[in-house]
């Protein structure tokens, strides 16, 4: 695994942290190429696998697209009971897999609370900005689009 990514001049290199506030930040997209591995540690196909195995998902904090359209929860989720004795709906693997083996694309919230290496990066973008944020993982085939684009 590639070191964690500690400083914001590092997460953005390389644009120097000047130049990104002055000309990008708020104002117009950037995109910053990189030397392969530069987000190693970031997050790895193990290390998604390793999340996905957590029984921590619900149908709100992962969800799936297919098509430019949300599937519903119930067609991928079952449902069980929390630990608080509340019936909830919590993806099933095997429906999972069969969506994402059509195309589907996976959406899974907050996972900044879940991996080091994206916390890694959280941190030095909320330091940078001053404020809070979260990190959302998009995960999609280049065959399928998952969301209508809009900028």
Known sequence: MSELITSFRQLIDPVPPEKFFQDYCHKRPVH????????????????LNGILDMAVWSARSLQLSLDRQRIPPAAY????????????????A????????????LLLNEIETLHPGV??????????????GNANLYCSWKQRQAFDLAF
């Open 77 to 92: 989720c079952r449902n069980t009971m929390d630990r608080n004795q509340m019936q909830v709906l919590q993806p099933d």
């Open 32 to 47: 910053i190429p990189g030397q392969a591995g530069k987000f190693g540690s970031v997050m790895s196909w193990d290390d």
């Open 94 to 105: 095997d429906k999972l897999l069969g969506f994402l083996k059509r195309g589907a694309s």
């Open 119 to 132: 916390r890694s990066v959280m941190e030095v973008i909320e330091a940078a900005h001053g404020g809070r």
